[in-house]
């Protein structure tokens, strides 16, 4: 049967070696670089985390603002029609529904010339899943005309034209002029202008209306290159929309497109990025252990009469291996508590000062996000706390098997 522990012992003991020692002073130096070394590596770790966190979420909301949590898109002409939006409509009504055609043009104003994509909208309609868009609409000018524009604030810049004024769209069709023919071009007046905070989308992207399609471009009406659908349960929703589509035949006919499938190979490289700087930032913890070992290592040593008394006295190994492990324990615990407080205290500070800018025109957001979520915060925690109770079990043993006869017939 075992014997139990002596808490009162052992908590003196322990009381007693974590004082300075005056005949041994590295090894409470050594302790002290192992719980700053602890502290700062879980410092390093919860901000480095935060910082990569925050940063995909913020380029998943710049990519978000110009695209659609799911967008229809036909693999056979004659698809994307009124009839499919009507039942659409009415088997998820709570999602909005967009359809839209699209064509790339080339905008032309004086020697100013630049390639875009060109998207027929219904402008109400667009307004209600495009919050970028809804801004232009409702501060547009609104002009009667069905050929105007709502473009982006830096392709006006390039073009060097403003709301009002008009801008020339090369088509890809072509046109008769007399025995040859030339690209189809069609002057249409700017209504307004988006900001996206993202120069690659307010330089490339244009709307336009439905009727101006079906007017130069000669397409029909109620047929559409492509459906944007804005859900705010998009993962489950593409499910139930496929199911939809299966069950009217259409599964080979229509692609369930999902925002997230556009940029999968982006997000997935930020997410490989974020667990390998993990792991490599867990190995300053690592290091930092060692630490906790040599000095738990250098006390038994430096200990080893006592330990041999104390053994001569009564106490048992177990309770010499209890000492020792609470030693490393109680070091590595408040390095983490330590780590954890510097951590928010740091998030605090980034995210409050403006002590790293950052180019809008190049990141799309001027401030550096730090957003440390509950998952990585646990894992960090844990991650740390298991190499601290790994580096506390070799002293320990090693404390617990020095052999009392030996040590007191060498002294």
Not at 34 to 60: D, R, Y
Not at 198 to 220: C, G, N, S
């Amino acid at each position: 049967m075992s014997v139990p522990i002596n808490k009162a012992f052992v908590n003196k003991i322990i009381k007693h070696y974590l004082k300075y020692d005056r005949d041994n002073p590295f090894i409470f130096v050594s302790s002290v670089l192992a719980f700053l070394g602890i502290a700062a590596g879980v410092m390093v770790l919860m901000l480095a985390m935060g910082i990569m966190h925050g940063t995909q979420e913020e380029f998943k909301k710049r990519l978000f603002v110009m695209n659609y949590p799911l967008t229809l898109l036909p693999t056979h002409y004659n698809v994307t029609t009124d009839h499919l939006i009507d039942e659409l409509q009415e088997q998820f009504p709570n999602i909005y529904i967009s359809p839209y055609y699209t064509t790339p043009v080339i905008t032309k104003s004086g020697s100013n010339v630049n390639g875009s994509i060109l998207y027929g909208v219904n402008f109400d309609k667009e307004a209600i899943i495009n919050r970028v868009f809804a801004k232009a609409y409702h501060s547009s000018i609104q002009s009667p005309s069905r050929y105007k524009l709502i473009t982006g604030e830096t392709l006006n810049q390039e073009m060097g034209v403003m709301k009002s004024q008009k801008l020339t769209l090369y088509f890809t069709e072509q046109q008769a002029i007399g025995f040859g023919t030339m690209p189809l071009q069609k002057r249409f007046v700017i209504d307004g202008s988006f900001d996206s905070g993202l120069k690659a989308y307010d330089k490339t992207l244009i709307y336009t209306t439905h009727e101006a399609f079906q007017k130069i471009l000669k397409r029909p009406k109620g047929i559409y290159d492509g459906i944007h659908l804005y859900s705010k349960d998009e993962m489950n929703d593409k499910i139930r929309i496929e199911q939809f589509l299966k069950a009217k035949g259409l599964q080979q006919k229509v692609i369930v497109q999902g925002w997230w499938e556009e940029n999968s190979s982006f997000f997935a490289a930020m997410e490989m990025e974020k667990e390998a700087l993990f792991l490599v930032l867990l190995l300053i913890i690592l290091v930092a252990s060692l630490n906790i070992i040599s000095s738990l290592l250098m006390t038994v040593m430096s200990r080893r009469s006592e330990i041999a008394l104390m053994k001569t006295l009564g106490a048992t190994a177990q309770e010499i291996r209890y000492i020792f492990f609470r030693l490393g324990v109680i070091i590595g615990i408040s390095g983490i508590v330590a780590g954890v407080i510097l951590g928010f205290l740091g998030k605090w500070i980034l995210t409050t000062f403006d002590i790293i800018s950052l180019s809008a025109d190049v990141y799309g957001f001027s401030k550096l996000p730090v957003d440390l979520t509950t998952f990585d915060f646990i894992s960090i925690i844990v991650g740390t706390f298991v190499i601290v109770l790994i580096s506390a079990l070799y002293p320990a043993s090693k404390g617990s098997s020095i052999d009392p006869l030996t040590v007191l017939r060498n002294e």
